[in-house]
């Protein structure tokens, strides 16, 4: 996790990501950092109770990064001691990688490789990390709705570097706007996975991203698109040291779920969820956008 120090409302991915409330964030904008950095410490402490285990590192005054608190956009890592760097539209948004944060985790975990996709830039395609891609990484496989963030070229490269099998589909908000980040309209935990199946308009890939996810054992848990906008979608399923199952979502999240879909989800992971009111509605992103989940292999 990045604690923030300069956080605020980002112009440059303002046009591609319909979840930027600049209403809320002209109302806040005098008080986004030190608002984000409260929800941010919160969020933080509480997982860390909850025996999580938290890695926080301080963001720099400079260069200038205001969504550097979501460092799974340019950055993934993996159990096979891969580090995979990602290309980012927002021009502020590439100055938020950081090679120290890899250098010291080296420290403690074996990065054996280093797959960097960030030369895609100068062609103006991009692939956003873990916001592009939702993982199943006990089977390899990514799945990723293609829009301006998630370029079918860099997907077929990441999949060709990494061994991934890819799933490429297409996905609207309500307006039919493309959605910028598969990571808000889906989540895949080990043994279910949640997702806005109402956002893939056609019918042939609703149904061929459904099998994909039942073919992997998961149990299917489907969101509105109310419910998307208020980033349902938007979760991690996390362990604990003691292995203990975590679903970390924001209030926002939790709220708009019914009794239902809780009690279902409950079945698999304990729903842990965090007032992120002030990041969401600048930032555009949420819970699972603020983890970059460490899977490198201990040393």
């Given amino acids: ?37 409260q929800e941010f410490d919160d969020m933080a402490q509480q997982l860390k109770a909850s025996g999580v285990d938290v890695l926080v590192y301080d963001d720099t005054d400079e260069p200038y990064t205001p969504d550097s608190i979501f460092p799974n956009n340019w950055v993934s890592f993996h159990a096979s001691g891969t ?12 100055a938020e990688r950081r090679q120290d944060i890899i250098d010291e985790l080296s420290k403690k975990y074996h990065v054996t490789r280093i797959i960097d996709l960030t030369h895609f830039e100068q062609e103006g395609k991009f692939l956003e990390g873990t916001g592009s891609l939702v993982l199943d990484r006990m089977y390899k496989v990514a799945f990723a709705c293609l829009s301006p963030r998630t370029d079918a070229d860099v997907l077929a490269e990441f999949g060709k570097q990494t061994g991934y099998q890819t799933v490429a589909f297409h996905a609207v908000d309500a ?32 149904l061929m991203v459904r099998q994909e996810l039942e073919s992997l054992g998961k149990r299917v848990v489907d ?21 203990r199952k975590l679903l970390v979502m924001s209030t926002q ?23 992120l009111h002030t990041i969401e509605a600048n930032g555009g992103g949420s819970a ?5 989940e460490v899977h490198l292999p201990l040393k």
Avoid at 184 to 194: E, P
Avoid at 288 to 292: F, G, I, P, S
């Fill in 83 to 94: 580090v995979v760097l990602y290309p980012m539209q927002a021009e502020n948004r590439r």
């Fill in 175 to 206: 307006s039919g706007v493309p959605i910028y980040h598969t990571n808000v309209l889906m989540s895949i935990g080990d043994t279910f996975a949640i997702i806005c199946l109402s956002a893939i308009v056609d019918p042939d890939e609703r």
């Fill in 253 to 275: 999240a939790y709220t708009s779920l019914t009794k239902q879909q809780i009690s279902l989800l409950s079945e698999y992971a304990a729903p842990t969820h965090f007032d």
């Fill in 223 to 243: 969101i509105s698109l109310e419910q998307m906008t208020h980033f349902a979608g938007n979760v991690l399923q996390v362990k604990t040291t003691k292995g």
């Fill in 288 to 292: 699972r956008c603020m983890l970059a």
């Fill in 1 to 37: 996790m990045i604690r923030p120090v300069r956080f605020g409302f980002n112009e440059q991915t303002a046009d591609s990501n319909a979840f930027q409330d600049s209403e809320q964030a002209a109302r806040t904008k005098d008080v986004a950092q030190i608002d984000a950095r």
